[in-house]
């Protein structure tokens, strides 16, 4: 399926794909019929005039049943403010059980 994302910042991504072919081959003769193509294949490179005929069908893309499907962005990551560390304390004697003097690196 041709799948054309579409958006812009802060918008959700639109998704557009072109499925089935829907062109009525027989309304001249007051019937009904498709040709059974599932699906567009562009025939040509994007920016030029066959990039609108399907490859299978040899239809337009306006044949083809349009399907847009949103895709929601994911909210902006949220800030956290850096991690500050207290400053050391010096005491001017030192205890032998004081065991926070090596987990602070002071």
């Given at each position: 399926?041709?799948?054309?994302?579409?958006?812009?910042?802060?918008r959700?991504?639109?998704l557009?794909?072109?499925?089935?072919?829907?062109?009525?081959?027989?309304?001249?003769?007051?019937?009904?019929?498709?040709?059974?193509?599932?699906?567009?294949?562009?025939?040509?490179?994007?920016?030029?005039?066959?990039?609108?005929?399907?490859?299978?069908?040899?239809?337009?893309?306006?044949?083809?049943?349009?399907?847009?499907?949103?895709?929601?962005?994911?909210?902006?990551?949220?800030?956290?403010?850096?991690?500050?560390?207290?400053?050391?304390?010096?005491?001017?004697?030192?205890?032998?059980?004081?065991?926070?003097?090596?987990?602070?690196?002071?």
């Amino acid at each position: 399926m041709a799948a054309q994302p579409r958006g812009g910042r802060g918008r959700p991504v639109i998704l557009v794909m072109y499925t089935v072919c829907l062109r009525n081959h027989a309304a001249a003769l007051g019937g009904y019929a498709v040709d059974g193509c599932g699906e567009f294949t562009p025939t040509g490179e994007d920016g030029t005039p066959r990039e609108f005929l399907c490859a299978a069908c040899n239809c337009h893309r306006n044949f083809h049943q349009r399907i847009d499907m949103e895709i929601p962005q994911p909210p902006p990551p949220r800030r956290r403010a850096p991690r500050v560390d207290p400053p050391c304390q010096s005491s001017s004697s030192f205890s032998s059980s004081s065991t926070n003097t090596t987990a602070a690196g002071c």
